[in-house]
């Protein structure tokens, strides 16, 4: 079964600059998918952005870019322009064949 | 929209006690899934459907049953509470699963005492 790493416990930033959330992966399945969630304290589980394993570009959402690096296993998140509203956890997660797995998530703090 | 409802908000369930979770979706989507997520750490897949009619398990099925005899609802039957199964609990459906967003409910406390 596949493994999902996040590193960063907690990370801090200041408004309006960029922050990356790291994720690798472990998985032998050649498809998969690779998504990002966000739980602010109010506890719901908001979808921020997906990345397919065949995809060739990096997927992109608002302030929300996916570095994938599919050889490295490691599928990072980037937030532009930082906003206080950001301040939540984040989820790294991936799907092999409708068998989803999250990481243990990175605590984000964003700074006025 | 209601999208994903989840009932109840708050449990508390004595050690033995039986209840069910219930889950439901008004956005015809086919894939619909179940998950608990414990302090530190993430959302962990306890059982899942891709129909009515079709389940299968997750991570960490033991200790829950599921059904899904309609397309809208996919309720998590816990079938001799113990109090490891504290926890709070997700229902989440997307439109087919792996490679499509996944809409959450509101989740599930789940005290066992």
């Known amino acids: 079964a596949q493994k999902i790493t996040q590193t960063q416990p907690g990370m801090f930033v200041q ?41 060739q570009q990096n997927a992109t959402e608002g302030r ?11 599928a990072n998140l980037v937030i532009s322009a930082s906003q206080l509203g950001d301040s939540a956890m984040y989820f790294c997660a991936v799907d092999n064949n409708n068998d989803m797995r999250f990481g243990a998530g990175t605590r984000l703090t964003v700074k006025p | 929209n209601a999208g994903v409802t989840q009932t ?42 891709v129909g009515a009619g079709i389940t299968d398990q ?14 809208e609802d996919f309720p998590l039957r816990l079938l001799s509470a113990a109090p490891s199964q504290t926890s709070v ?22 005290t066992v005492v």
Not at chain 2, 19 to 41: F, I, K, V
Not at chain 2, 58 to 71: D, K, Q
Not at chain 2, 89 to 109: D, K, L, P, V
């Open chain 1, 64 to 74: 929300y870019s996916l570095n994938f690096q599919k050889a490295r296993k490691s």
């Open chain 2, 8 to 49: 109840p908000k708050f449990q508390v369930l004595k050690t033995g006690q039986s209840m069910t979770l219930q889950c439901a979706q008004d956005m015809n989507h086919e894939y619909m899934s179940w998950y608990r997520q414990d302090p530190g750490m993430g959302l962990r897949l306890i059982h899942y459907s």
């Open chain 2, 89 to 110: 609990y997700f229902c989440a459906s997307s439109i087919n699963g792996g490679n499509t967003e996944a809409f959450f409910g509101q989740g599930t406390r789940l």
């Open chain 1, 15 to 55: 408004e309006k600059e960029a922050v990356t959330l790291d994720c690798t992966y472990d998985t032998s399945d050649p498809s998969y998918g690779l998504f990002w969630y966000k739980q602010p304290s109010s506890g719901e589980m908001i979808f921020l952005i997906y990345q397919g394993s065949y995809d």
């Open chain 2, 58 to 71: 997750g991570e960490v099925p033991n200790g829950y049953n599921v059904s899904r005899s309609t397309t």
